[in-house]
């Protein structure tokens, strides 16, 4: 198979590969999970795309006063040789494609068909009504009856309808198009903090896919970047309810004409003591 827009930068022998896709996304859910699970696998570069296939340049590099050439998001494929099961492909973008996405989507099933992938898992942010101190909650979508029943016999609730936006929900039509597995894995966010990474819900993204893929993936980091958000978070709330309270409140003591600063009338002071 051609793939003129694929750059190979390794010939690993790999074994019925699954393969992790991520992108940038609300709450930054996927890509945090997938470069995490990258890093302390210490997968290797496999390939990467020619951007100018895909993506317009975005700007310029000058160093020293000279142009340099024009600069482009990069996107990355690393492989992880599993000694537990399939060995793992991990794509990588750096930011997502403004237009031919759904073209883009089947570029991408053509290089894991390029390295024989059997299966492959996106995963996303799902928008809910909840506390930002209740731990989300992973669901999970598929491709065909086969990944529902993958998901539900791993614990995993399935996502009933919905809508996922852009690459980390198009590459799962183009691999269904494809006959080929694949599945989402969703984690819950409060609707107030889409704008914000999430890391607790990425760290549940983590441990999901870990199970689902016989990988051992050490959470020490992810958990204390989860712990330390959570703190962030709460933080943020406090302030926030004390900027409320200041702005809707005033002090009784700064109300002139408050009941509470009017003086005690003296019989019923000389009453008050004589009861007590």
Avoid at 55 to 60: A, H, K, L, Q, T
Avoid at 65 to 71: C, D, I, K, T
């Amino acid at each position: 198979m051609a793939l003129d827009f694929l750059k190979i930068l390794a010939r690993p022998k790999l074994t019925e590969p699954n393969m992790i896709a991520a992108w940038p996304g609300v709450s930054n859910v996927a890509i945090l999970a997938a470069t995490y699970i990258a890093k302390h696998l210490n997968c290797k570069e496999l390939a990467a795309l020619r951007p100018q296939y895909f993506f317009e340049p975005n700007g310029m590099i000058v160093r020293d006063s000279l142009v340099e050439g024009a600069q482009f998001p990069t996107n990355g494929f690393f492989y992880y040789k599993n000694k537990k099961g399939r060995d793992l492909i991990i794509f990588i973008g750096e930011t997502q494609p403004t237009s031919n996405t759904y073209s883009f989507s089947h570029a991408l099933i053509d290089v894991a068909e390029r390295f024989n992938v059997k299966c492959i898992y996106t995963s996303a942010a799902i928008i809910a009504h909840m506390h930002h101190t209740e731990a989300p909650h992973v669901y999970g979508v598929g491709t065909n009856e086969k990944m529902l029943n993958h998901l539900t016999a791993n614990g995993i609730d399935l996502g009933g309808n919905i809508q996922i936006a852009n690459m980390n929900g198009l590459i799962l039509g183009a691999a269904q198009e494809r006959n080929m597995d694949g599945a989402c894995i969703l984690a819950s966010v409060p609707n107030y903090t889409t704008h914000m990474n999430n890391p607790p819900a990425a760290l549940a993204i983590v441990k999901t896919l870990a199970s689902l893929l016989e990988i051992n993936v050490d959470l020490e980091d992810m958990e204390k970047y989860a712990d330390d958000a959570r703190e962030d978070l709460k933080q943020m709330a406090s302030e926030a309810m004390g900027d409320y309270i200041d702005f809707f409140t005033e002090p009784i003591w700064e109300n002139p004409e408050s009941r509470f600063n009017e003086d005690i009338d003296d019989d019923e002071d000389d009453n008050f003591n004589e009861d007590n």
